[in-house]
Protein backbone atom coordinates (compact mmCIF):
# COMPACT_ATOMS: atom_id res chain seq x y z
CA UNK A 1 0.00 0.00 0.00
CA UNK A 2 1.14 3.61 -0.51
CA UNK A 3 -0.20 6.87 1.16
CA UNK A 4 -0.42 9.75 -0.01
CA UNK A 5 -1.20 12.97 2.02
CA UNK A 6 -2.04 16.40 0.27
CA UNK A 7 -1.13 19.76 1.91
CA UNK A 8 -0.91 23.60 0.81
CA UNK A 9 -4.60 24.21 0.16
CA UNK A 10 -6.12 27.03 1.48
CA UNK A 11 -8.41 30.41 0.30
CA UNK A 12 -6.54 32.60 -2.94
CA UNK A 13 -7.69 35.84 -4.37
CA UNK A 14 -8.40 35.18 -8.62
CA UNK A 15 -4.71 36.39 -9.68
CA UNK A 16 -2.72 34.93 -6.42
CA UNK A 17 -0.83 32.32 -6.42
CA UNK A 18 -0.74 28.38 -4.00
CA UNK A 19 1.77 25.67 -3.86
CA UNK A 20 0.46 22.33 -3.10
CA UNK A 21 2.60 19.18 -1.46
CA UNK A 22 2.17 15.73 -1.87
CA UNK A 23 4.36 13.26 0.05
CA UNK A 24 4.10 9.21 -0.90
CA UNK A 25 4.82 7.13 1.70
CA UNK A 26 4.59 3.09 2.57
CA UNK A 27 5.42 0.35 -0.49
CA UNK A 28 6.34 2.69 -2.64
CA UNK A 29 8.81 2.06 -5.67
CA UNK A 30 11.43 3.77 -7.18
CA UNK A 31 9.49 4.15 -11.26
CA UNK A 32 6.34 5.72 -10.98
CA UNK A 33 4.84 8.99 -12.41
CA UNK A 34 2.99 11.37 -10.00
CA UNK A 35 0.19 13.72 -10.68
CA UNK A 36 -2.17 15.83 -9.88
CA UNK A 37 -5.93 16.38 -10.31
CA UNK A 38 -9.09 18.10 -9.54
CA UNK A 39 -12.87 17.89 -8.91
CA UNK A 40 -15.02 20.76 -8.82
CA UNK A 41 -18.51 20.70 -7.48
CA UNK A 42 -20.72 19.17 -9.64
CA UNK A 43 -18.34 17.74 -11.71
CA UNK A 44 -15.90 15.21 -12.53
CA UNK A 45 -12.97 14.31 -11.49
CA UNK A 46 -10.08 15.83 -14.11
CA UNK A 47 -6.82 15.21 -14.70
CA UNK A 48 -4.23 18.52 -14.04
CA UNK A 49 -0.49 17.71 -14.58
CA UNK A 50 1.69 14.73 -13.99
CA UNK A 51 5.35 13.68 -14.06
CA UNK A 52 7.44 11.26 -14.49
CA UNK A 53 10.10 9.58 -12.23
CA UNK A 54 12.73 11.95 -13.24
CA UNK A 55 10.90 14.83 -13.78
CA UNK A 56 12.07 15.13 -17.21
CA UNK A 57 8.58 15.15 -18.63
CA UNK A 58 5.99 16.48 -17.53
CA UNK A 59 1.92 16.54 -19.02
CA UNK A 60 -0.46 19.55 -18.52
CA UNK A 61 -4.34 20.01 -19.20
CA UNK A 62 -4.53 23.05 -21.09
CA UNK A 63 -6.38 24.95 -18.85
CA UNK A 64 -3.69 25.53 -16.70
CA UNK A 65 -0.45 25.53 -19.08
CA UNK A 66 1.22 28.24 -18.29
CA UNK A 67 -0.02 29.09 -15.01
CA UNK A 68 0.78 26.09 -13.19
CA UNK A 69 4.19 23.80 -12.83
CA UNK A 70 4.28 20.38 -11.52
CA UNK A 71 7.62 19.40 -9.93
CA UNK A 72 9.13 16.16 -7.80
CA UNK A 73 12.11 15.46 -5.38
CA UNK A 74 12.02 11.45 -6.13
CA UNK A 75 14.54 11.42 -3.08
CA UNK A 76 12.02 12.78 -0.80
CA UNK A 77 8.92 10.97 -2.34
CA UNK A 78 7.13 14.29 -3.22
CA UNK A 79 5.24 16.15 -5.57
CA UNK A 80 4.47 19.85 -5.82
CA UNK A 81 2.05 21.58 -7.59
CA UNK A 82 2.99 25.27 -7.94
CA UNK A 83 -0.16 27.01 -9.09
CA UNK A 84 -0.45 31.03 -10.11
CA UNK A 85 -2.64 33.82 -11.97
CA UNK A 86 -5.56 31.56 -10.22
CA UNK A 87 -9.01 31.97 -11.12
CA UNK A 88 -12.02 31.31 -9.50
CA UNK A 89 -12.85 27.92 -12.24
CA UNK A 90 -9.61 26.91 -10.30
CA UNK A 91 -11.81 26.15 -7.15
CA UNK A 92 -11.86 22.35 -6.48
CA UNK A 93 -10.44 19.47 -4.00
CA UNK A 94 -7.14 19.03 -5.77
CA UNK A 95 -6.18 15.25 -5.15
CA UNK A 96 -2.63 13.71 -5.71
CA UNK A 97 -2.15 10.66 -7.55
CA UNK A 98 0.42 8.25 -8.38
CA UNK A 99 0.45 4.94 -11.02
CA UNK A 100 2.86 3.66 -13.71
CA UNK A 101 2.95 6.30 -16.56
CA UNK A 102 2.18 9.84 -16.79
CA UNK A 103 -1.13 9.21 -18.54
CA UNK A 104 -1.67 6.01 -15.78
CA UNK A 105 -2.16 7.26 -12.71
CA UNK A 106 -4.64 5.20 -10.63
CA UNK A 107 -2.74 3.06 -8.50
CA UNK A 108 -2.95 5.34 -5.23
CA UNK A 109 -5.14 8.67 -4.40
CA UNK A 110 -4.92 10.88 -1.53
CA UNK A 111 -6.94 12.11 0.37
CA UNK A 112 -7.80 15.56 -1.56
CA UNK A 113 -7.12 19.38 -0.43
CA UNK A 114 -9.51 22.32 -0.84
CA UNK A 115 -8.46 25.35 -3.10
CA UNK A 116 -10.48 27.92 -3.22
CA UNK A 117 -9.98 31.30 -5.81
CA UNK A 118 -12.53 34.12 -4.52
CA UNK A 119 -13.27 36.20 -7.36
Known amino acids: QVQLVESGGGLVQAGGSLGLSCVASGRTNSGYAMGWFRQAPGKEREFVAS????????RYTDSVKGRFTISRDSAKNTVYLQMSSLKPEDTAVYYCAVGPTLYNLNDYWGQGTQVTVSS
Open 51 to 58: ISWGGYRT
